[in-house]
């Protein structure tokens, strides 16, 4: 290959070079019928002669309308109440870019739901602009964030996984546990209901910087009391705290959909490590994956360890993990990896060999973590 197609092609998204082309800006991309649910589309028009799609439209845009992702901000010009819609171009990366910045609440739901709920979720609901929040200020009217959560979740990952065994149905897990609602239409799902999305949204936005839940408080303190009213209410450590485990919960959910359903994901890669905060001791699961041509490495869950650090106690800590999050996960697990810390090399070589055991092809192991399991 000439040395400059090498350069480019290296700087190229995962499928791209895959084919070793990139589609020119206004390359005509044909439509993909499994977009239709995937990002919520309706076809409006087709070509008479060749039956081939011409056009789409965002149905968010339709039942929900735009949302605005920074309230606070003064516009220059009113908001719009245009359907989006795309016409010979059907991108995944225009539709992504759209829904992240017009759609961002009910695009995160969405995006947790499963393949048949998705093909429900605009049935019998009235388009936007026959709804009241439509003709009010979306501030005051807005309904609740709802989140759909599968029952191994929270019965086993978040009741029993992240509770010593001698804290079962103490004070504090009983708490935790309230925040989820099993669903009346199905005793296998749960809910989390969100009803200050204001204050969820700053407060997740301040953990995921890095802050403790106290200096959330703090923070959030300070802007109410600069700004004034501004629906962010009352805020403590462990309003913060729920949030925490809610959004853990839903995270957990949305790698479920992403490892399960989607087909395109044929392998990921596992990277383990240890570390400790406060006295107590975390087995920490990083996963990585290719989705739509980006290559992700996501901090899944950082699993308490209650008993002694054996490399077969750590094995059964992220087995029982795994086989919630990805059942099939001995098909699609192609590497794993560590730190190299000297307190997991010993370990982890026993989680190594017992996993390798599991799995009927070759995996790639791996001590050192900075380099990409996938590579
Ligand atoms: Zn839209």
């Known amino acids: 290959m000439p040395l400059h197609v090498a350069r480019r092609v290296h700087k190229l998204p995962f499928h791209h070079v895959q084919n070793g082309l990139m589609p020119p800006a206004k390359h005509h991309m044909p439509f993909n ?87 429900v979720f605009f049935v019998d609901v009235k388009p936007f602009k026959e709804t009241l929040p439509h003709h009010f200020d979306s501030r005051y009217t807005e309904p609740s964030l709802v989140f759909t959560i599968e029952s191994p979740i929270v019965d086993v990952i978040i009741s029993q996984m992240f509770f010593n065994p001698a804290e079962q149905d103490a004070p504090g897990q009983v708490r935790a546990l309230k925040l989820f609602k099993q669903t009346l239409s199905d005793a296998d799902m749960y809910e989390v209901a969100i009803k200050n999305r204001r204050q969820f949204q700053l407060c997740i936005s301040q953990i995921s910087r890095g802050n403790s839940f106290r200096q959330v408080v703090g923070n959030l303190t300070s802007i109410k009391d600069i700004i004034g009213p501004s629906g962010i209410g009352s805020v403590t450590v462990e309003v913060v705290s729920n949030y925490a485990r809610q959004i853990s919960a839903v995270s957990l959910q949305r790698l479920m959909i992403i490892l399960r359903e989607n087909k ?24 990585r994956f290719q989705l739509r041509g980006k290559l992700y490495d996501v901090h899944a869950i950082a699993i308490p360890m209650f008993e002694q650090h054996t490399g077969i106690n750590m094995f059964r800590l992220v087995t029982r993990f795994l086989d919630i999050i ?32 599991e799995i009927p092809h ?12 996938n590579c």
Not at 362 to 373: F, G, L, N, Q
């Open 33 to 119: 019928k499994a977009h239709i649910t995937e990002f919520g589309l309706k076809i409006m028009e087709r070509d008479p002669n060749t039956k081939a799609v011409v056009s789409v439209r965002c149905q968010f845009c339709v039942f929900n309308g735009r949302e605005e992702l920074h309230p606070e901000k003064v516009r220059k010009r009113a908001k719009t109440d245009k359907i989006m819609s795309w016409q010979r171009t059907f991108r995944t990366d225009y539709y992504q870019k759209h829904l992240d910045s017009q759609h961002c609440t009910v695009w995160a739901t969405y995006q947790l739901l499963s393949y048949d709920q998705k093909n």
């Open 326 to 357: 990805c059942p099939i996960w001995r098909q699609k697990l192609l590497g794993v990896a560590s730190d190299g810390a000297s307190v997991m090399t010993g370990e982890f070589q026993g989680v190594v060999t017992r996993i390798e055991k």
């Open 264 to 287: 395109s994901i044929w392998a990921f890669s596992l990277a383990n490590d240890a570390s400790t905060h406060w006295g107590s001791s975390y087995l920490d699961n990083r996963i």
């Open 362 to 373: 070759k995996v790639r192991s791996d001590r050192r973590m900075r380099r990409c399991a």
